[in-house]
């Protein structure tokens, strides 16, 4: 038996913190000196401490963790309970990670205002005709690599030696959303004559001239290549086809993990074509 003292010590829970879950009765002394008053804890019980530590993490209030006691939890269960806080907590730490990245981006973008990188070199080019599988949804930028997660677990062999080429997105602006775009996930496919599942579906593009600009997702040109390009579509006196998606290609690097060779291309035309 160890005084609430040295009990506070083992299991780094403060004396007054003991000593109100004793008095709403989450856990109670193994046993208690009925002359002195004093409180003894036994070792086993800095088992209890570590669930109630565990469900505190979880969310649980103290209420609700009395009654978990009281439904007699099994450590599987909890297991269950901890992987899931786990993937919720990386989930959302990939978010705010995402948000930095992107402050980190607009910081660059101010700090290149007025400014044209040599590097970013922009060609316009008169794309082929083609067919794509893709998988459809609405989002920002930071929900492509999640679109393409969804995309490739609805595969199966015989869809995935049908597509070629890289990782394609397709985007236009939403409709009915002001901070969403319409976007497609997806690869160019060999041949329409295939089955596809849910989900999934087949895309159609027209052979159409772009502004095309080419850039490693590690430069830092990701943020400013959109404004560069429309500057100088601007400067060229050409207009934005709203007709057809913007598109972004992503061809991963060899030797570089997680670094992408990214070509985005604006579907563009002049006055001429538009009269």
């Excluded at 786990?86 to 730490?93: A, G, K, Q, T, V």
């Excluded at 990245?101 to 316009?124: A, F, N, P, T, Y």
Aim: aromatic share 10%; with cysteine.
């Amino acid at each position: 038996m160890f005084k609430i003292s040295e009990f506070s010590k083992l299991s780094r829970i403060p004396l007054q913190t003991l000593r109100y879950y004793d008095q709403i009765g989450l856990l109670k002394p193994a046993k208690t000196d009925e002359s002195s008053g004093y409180r003894y804890y036994s070792a086993e019980q800095l088992l209890k401490i570590n669930r109630i530590v565990i469900f505190k993490e979880l969310g649980f209030t103290l209420q609700q963790i009395s009654k978990l006691f009281h439904e007699d939890i099994s450590a599987e269960q909890i297991r269950g309970m901890l992987t899931f806080k786990e993937s919720e907590i990386e989930r959302n730490l990939n978010i705010e990670l995402s948000k930095l990245s992107r402050i980190k981006e607009r910081m660059q973008l101010v700090e290149c205002e007025g400014k044209m990188d040599k590097e970013q070199e922009i060609v316009v080019k008169r794309v082929e005709f083609m067919h794509m599988v893709t998988y459809a949804s609405t989002g920002t930028v930071d929900d492509i690599p999640n679109l393409f997660d969804i995309f490739d677990g609805l595969l199966d062999s015989r869809i995935r030696s049908a597509l070629s080429g890289p990782r394609t997105v397709l985007w236009n602006v939403s409709g009915s959303s002001a901070h969403e775009f319409e976007l497609e996930a997806g690869y160019v496919v060999k041949s329409e004559a295939l089955r596809l599942p849910e989900h999934l579906h087949f895309r159609s593009l027209p052979s159409v001239t772009m502004a095309t600009m080419l850039f490693r997702s590690d430069s830092g040109f990701s943020e400013t290549a959109c404004l560069n390009l429309a500057e100088w579509i601007e400067q060229q006196g050409f207009h934005i086809r709203g007709d057809q998606p913007g598109r972004e290609f992503y061809v991963p690097l060899p030797g570089n993990p997680g670094v992408n060779l990214i070509e985005i291309q604006i579907p563009i035309e002049d006055n001429e074509e538009r009269s």
